[in-house]
Each structure stands twice: as C-alpha cells, then as structure tokens.
C-alpha cells in the first residue's frame, strides 16, 4: 500500500514538472508573439515613411511635368515667332541651344532620379511582401502551434485530472486493503498460535500414538514382508480403478483402429490378388506366368493370416476388465498377439519376392510405358520398407511380451524406450503408406492411358486405392492414439506392490491375481449393503415439487381413508342390497304362485262358459289377441320396461325375472359408476385445490422476499443516484472551471486575431497607397 501511494506521489510530482513545462512553452510563444508584433509595428512605420516620401516624389515629378509643358509651349512660341523672324532666330539659337542643353541636363536628372525613385517603390514593395509572406506564414504556424498547445493542455489536464481520480480510488482502495490486511495479520497471528498450540497437542498425541504402534508391531508382527522383494511382489498393489477403466478405454479404441487396419489389409491384398489376374495379362482371356499364378495363390490366403490380429486384439481387450491389474506381468494375452503378428510377418515375407518379380515383369511387358517403369520401381521399393516397418513393430511387440514371459528379457527401465520406438514405427508406417497411396494413384492414371485398359482394371484400381486410402487413414489414427498416450502406457503398466520396484516372475503377478480375488470376495461377503437413499443434491431439486405435489403424504393419508370409508358404506350398501333381493326373490315367488293359481281359475271358468256364451267368447278371444299383440309398456322411477304379449306363445315367467334383473343389475352398475366417477373427481379436485393452496403460500413467500429485494434494489437505487448527483456536481464545477479557463483563452486569441487583422489592413492600405 505505501509503495502504491508513493508511486501515486511520483507520478503527480512529474505530471507538474511537464504541466510547468507545457506552462513556460506557452509564456515564451507569447512573448515570440509580442516581439513579432512589435517588429510588425515597425515595419508599419517604415512603411509610412516610406509612403511620406513617395507622396513628396509624385509632388515633385508632377511639378516637373508641369514645368516641362510650359517650356514646351514656350519652345512652339519660339518656334512660331521664328518663323516670322528668322533673323531674330539666328541671333538667339545660341541662346535657345544653350537653354535646351540645360532643359535637357535638367530633364535627365530628373529622369534619373525618377527611376531611381522608382527602383526604389519596387524594392521597398517586394521586400513589403517578402514581410507580409514570411508574418502570414509565421501567424499561421503560431496559430496551428497556439492550437497543439490548447490540445495539448486540454489532454494533459484531462488526463491528469483522470490520473487523480484514479490515485485517489488507489489511495482509498489501497487504505481498505491496509486495513484488512492488518485485520488479516492479527487473524493470522491469532492461528498460528492457535496451529501452535495444536501442533503440541499433536506432536504429543503422535508420540504416544507411535509408541503404541511400535509396540504393537514388536509384540503382534513376526516379519515385513516388504523389505524383501521376493516376498513383496506377492502383496497386492493398491487398486486403482480409474486407471483400469482408462486401460480398458485405450484397449477398445486400439481394437478399433486394428478392427479397421484388419479390413483394409483383407481388401488391400484381394484387389491386388485381382489385379494380378487382370493386368498386365488378362487370365480370362490369356493365361498369367506362373509367377503371377503363385503370387494369387499366396494372396488366396491372406484371410488365415490377418484375420487372426483382430482376434488376438480382442482377446487383450476382454482381458482387461475393471477387477484385474494390467502391467506387462499380467497382459499374458499380448504374447497370443505377437505370435500372430510374427505369422502375418512370416506372410508378408512370402509375398515380397513375388510382388517385386511381378512388379519387374510388369516393367518388361510392352504395355510399360517409362513413366509407369518409375511408378512400379517406386512401389518396388515402398514394399521392401512396408515388410521393413511390419519387422520393426513385431520386434518391438515381442519385447513387450516378454515380462509375460520372461521378465529378465526386458527391464523397467527399457519401458519408455520400447513404447516410444513403438510410436516412431507406427509413425514410419503412416508415412510409407501415404508414399504407397501417392504412387498407386500415379500408377492408376497411367493405366487407365493405356490403349487395353478395360473398365475391369480401372474399377479394381480404384478399389485398391480406396483400400490404402483406408490403409492410411487407419495406420495415421493409430500413430496419433500411440504418441497421445504414449505417457500413460508409460506410467501405467509399470507400477506394482506398494515399496516395491517391479514384480519378480509372471508367476509372482499370477499368485497376486488369486490374492487380489480372494481379498475382493472376502470384502464383498464383509461389506453389508447400504439402503438407497435418494442423493442430497435431487433431494433439493424436487423439494419445491414434493411440496406442492398432489401425492403428498397428507394428501395420500386423506384420501386413503376417505376411501376406506367408502369402501366400508359399500359393503353395508352391498349387504342391504343383497337382503332385499332375497326378499324381493321370496316375494316374486309368492307372486308367481298367485298367479298361477289365478290363471289355472281363470281357464277354468272360460271353459264353464264357452258352451253358453260363444259369441262373446269370440269377442272376448279378439280383445285378448289384441291385447297379448300390443306390447305393455311399464314405468316408474328407475326406469322404463316394455314387455310384448303374444297369444301362440304364453308369457314365461322365469324371462321375464331374468330381464328385470338384468335391468335392476345395469341400472345399479351405471349409478354406481356415476357415484365413482364423481367421488373421483371430488377427490382429484380436492387435491389440486390443496396443491394450488399450498403453491399459493409459497408463491407469496417468494412475493415477500422478492419484495424485500426490491426494497433493497430501490434503496442501492437512490444511493447510486445520490452518488451520481454528487460526482454530476463535482464534474460539473470542473467543466465550468475549464469552460472560464477557455473562454479567458480565446478572449486572449481573439484579441490576438484582431490585432493580425488590423496589421492586415494596415499593410493593405499601405500597399494600395504605393499602388496608387
């Protein structure tokens, strides 16, 4: 803070040197002025003088003029009376020449000294202008310095006053900062006697602590088996699972980019198997050398020896899983993988003595051009470094197999190199495969200029250059996954037991696996399951919606009893109901017997009297057909029944109890159904009516406190207006200030710009004066 302020010192202390400085450069252009002035004064009064004595010369001349038209006229009388008097001529031309003579000297002085006169009008002229050139140049250069002055003042003062505003922010910044940092001192003087007195406490603790320690591990501990390495490389290193899951990441991207390189090779080596069929010789058309017939035969079966890189590829993935430790010890798997690559290698060392005679054979065909001889003569030597490449990474895999193996084959130490010799080799393979793109594409555009090339050739070219294409791709994917991770394959598969510098023997890390297991099962059966419990952070996520949720607990006990009562009045309902079927069905049956007997009356008596009255029973038997036709329509208050009588067919009794139950049945199911229907909505209503109160409560909580903010946002309002009315004001009386020190400043200039303006006229007058 002191260092602040006395920077703050400083810089005001030279902010007054360079405004003295500007200050005296302003009072000596001033004073430049005034002596231009004075000397402009002068110069008006040479001017003057001048001018006085132009005026007497014109004086003069004009007498002179005068003067000598007088004597011209006396020389026309002279001459006329000659004439009359030559005799008188002739006496007085002595005379007349001797007053010529002096007329003429005199006239030739005068002359002379007019011109002179006159050179000197002409001198005093320029040099008049030379003057009034040089003050309008000088006027203006002052003018212009006059206004980068003011500018220059104006910005300075401007920005010392910014400069100022700022120190003193600073200053009072820097004494809050003082302040707290005292404040912050004595806290932490007041901790560090605290940590002190902790650390005593500690110290102490710690102490007594070890001597317990120590002595439990004299009395309890028969040996540590840390300080031997044999022994150590059988305890389990510390799990670190974040490197597992990493690992097993790594793997399955590395068994992508193989998964990719596999299928390209597979095509790579068909469309060349084609291609040796097609070109130079066409095999269905003519037969191939029997190099060529070889050669197609090898590539035949590059199926058997690709095809297994992925599959090793995949066991070392499956291999990798979150439980396990993965070092070089452990990876048994990667030794699986060499082997096939070592057989891919062994293949593609097959092939390369017939892909070169065949290339060479293509050279010495008729079809070869030159430019295609030095397209095959480059792929010539692109194979021979592409098996070089794939000999380099099968001997640097090989050495990664090893600690699987045998451990004394390769160190720890010689990690970092294998891995990094890795990366170099992917590197020189992605480089020799966009060598071998670049001359097929050269080689394919040539093919295609020749004179036999069919559309069979051209389409196997083009396969072919799209599988190295993806060759390339692949092999520059799997250079650049190699050198990203280059530092964690570094890192990782070389750490081990705790204390301890490598393991000893693929059977030491194998017994540590077992361990590994025994110790993860005896922690799994040891270790109770915790219940679930809902995380604290979603817990306050849906506080606000489990409190104006509809399924509260409230809510739900309400409703569960409400409808336990309802279940409760059903039942009795239900129990009601079914005792007064019982009794309707007891007197249905009542009914029914009554009408049984009835009618069994009733046919009896129409028998008694169908013998005597025949006519009316006719008529008695037609009201009845009509009757039993018409149908009989019953209502009452649950419902309407219509029932059709028929005279063929008696009415059935037993039907007609069916239908009315069924009717009585339905009709009970859809007011039992409304009831429902409306208890449901009641209850549905209920509950959002209590949800909706429940949001209203909270939504005027978060009225009330967003008011308080409002309150406190207003009053942070008025301070702030407060504050700006204040710096207004200050702002203001300092611009009002600047605005008199302005004004007083062109009062200056503009009493300087009359002046100049005044000179101007002045000089102008003088130059017409001489003009006329």
């Known amino acids: 803070s002191t260092v602040g302020v006395l920077q703050g010192k400083q810089l005001c202390l030279a902010l007054r040197a360079q405004n003295q400085v500007l200050k005296k450069g302003v009072v000596d252009e001033q004073a430049n002025s005034a002596s231009l002035k004075e000397q402009l004064k002068m110069k008006d009064q040479s001017l003057r003088k001048l001018q006085q004595e132009m005026d007497s010369l014109t004086f003069r001349n004009q007498q002179l003029a005068k003067r000598v038209e007088l004597l011209q006229d006396e020389l026309a009388l002279s001459e006329a009376r000659g004439k009359k008097n030559k005799k008188s001529v002739e006496s007085s031309s002595q005379l007349s020449q001797e007053q010529k003579s002096v007329f003429n000297e005199d006239l030739q002085k005068k002359i002379e000294e007019n011109e002179r006169l006159h050179i000197l009008f002409f001198e005093a002229d320029e040099q008049h202008k030379r003057l009034e050139a040089e003050l309008r140049s000088r006027l203006e250069v002052l003018e212009t310095d006059a206004a980068q002055h003011q500018a220059v003042v104006d910005s300075l003062t401007k920005k010392y006053t910014e400069t100022i505003e700022k120190l003193q922010n600073e200053k009072a910044k820097l004494e809050i900062k003082s302040q707290t940092l005292e404040r912050e001192a004595k806290d932490c003087r007041l901790r560090t ?180 001889r030095a397209r095959n003569m480059e792929l010539h030597r692109d194979m021979k470094r592409l098996t070089a490449v794939f000999e380099k990474l099968h001997t640097y895999v090989s050495l990664l197999a090893l600690p699987s193996t045998k451990p004394e084959g390769l160190l720890r130490t010689n990690y970092n190199f294998v891995f990094t010799n890795i990366a170099a080799s992917l590197h020189g393979f992605h480089d020799i495969l966009k060598d071998i793109s670049k001359h097929y594409s050269q080689k394919a555009t040539l093919e295609q200029e020749v004179p036999t090339a069919t559309q069979k050739l051209i389409t196997t070219n083009d396969c072919i250059l799209s599988s190295v294409a993806a060759l390339t791709n692949g092999a520059g994917k799997m250079a650049s996954f190699f050198s990203n991770n280059l530092d964690h394959f570094t890192a990782s598969l070389s750490y081990g037991p705790k204390a301890g510098a490598e393991f000893i023997s693929p059977l030491s890390a194998e017994c540590m696996l077992q361990y590994k297991k025994k110790a993860a099962a005896y922690m799994k059966a040891v270790k109770k399951p915790c219940a679930d419990s809902v995380p604290y952070e979603e817990a306050l996520a849906n506080r606000r919606v489990l409190l104006s949720s509809t399924e509260s607990r409230e809510g739900l006990a309400q409703q569960v009893q409400q409808s336990l009562e309802k279940i409760a009045k059903l039942e009795q309902e239900k129990e009601h109901w079914m005792l007064e079927a019982q009794l309707a069905k007891i007197k249905l049956e009542k009914e029914n017997q009554k009408l049984r007997n009835s009618l069994s009356g009733h046919l009896t008596e129409t028998i008694q009297e169908h013998s005597t009255l025949p006519n009316i029973a006719e008529q008695k038997k037609e009201t009845t057909e009509k009757s039993l036709r018409e149908p009989i329509t019953s209502t009452s208050l649950i419902g309407m029944l219509t029932v059709t009588t028929d005279n063929e067919k008696a009415p059935d009794v037993e039907s007609r109890e069916d239908l009315i139950k069924t009717h009585y049945m339905a009709r009970i199911a859809e007011l039992t159904s409304h009831l429902q229907l409306a208890d449901s909505k009641s209850v549905h209503f209920h509950a959002e009516c209590r949800a909706l109160a429940k949001r209203l409560s909270l939504a005027e909580k978060s009225k009330e406190s967003l008011t308080e903010e409002l309150k406190l946002a207003s009053q942070n309002i008025t301070r702030l207006q407060d504050e700006l009315m204040t710096t207004k004001r200050s702002y203001e009386d300092q611009l009002s200030m600047m605005s008199d020190h302005l004004c007083s400043m062109n009062e200056t200039l503009t009493k300087q710009r009359e002046e100049i303006d005044t000179l101007k006229m002045a000089s102008k007058v003088s130059w017409q004066s001489l003009l006329f």
């Open 193 to 372: 006697e605290e940590c002190q007195q902790q650390l005593k406490n500690l110290q102490a603790a710690l102490g007594s602590r070890l001597e317990e320690s120590l002595c439990i591990i004299n009395e309890k501990v028969p040996f540590n088996d840390t300080r031997s390495t044999r022994y150590n490389a059988l305890n389990v290193p510390l799990h670190n699972r974040r490197n597992q899951l990493k690992l097993r990441d790594l793997a399955g991207q590395a068994l992508a980019f193989v998964q990719e390189l596999v299928t390209a090779l597979l095509n790579f080596h068909t469309y060349t198997e084609q291609k040796v069929q097609i070109f130079p010789v066409d095999s269905a058309t003519d037969t191939i050398s029997p190099l060529n017939q070889k050669f197609s035969q090898y590539l035949h079966e590059n199926a058997s020896y690709v095809r297994p890189l992925e599959e090793g590829m995949l066991h070392l993935f499956q291999s990798i899983t979150e439980d396990t430790v993965t070092v070089l010890e452990t990876t048994v798997k990667l030794k699986a993988f060499s082997e096939h690559l070592a057989s891919y290698l062994g293949f593609l060392r097959k092939i390369l003595p017939y892909q070169l005679k065949s290339l060479e054979e293509e050279c010495e065909s008729s079809l070869c051009t030159a430019a295609l």
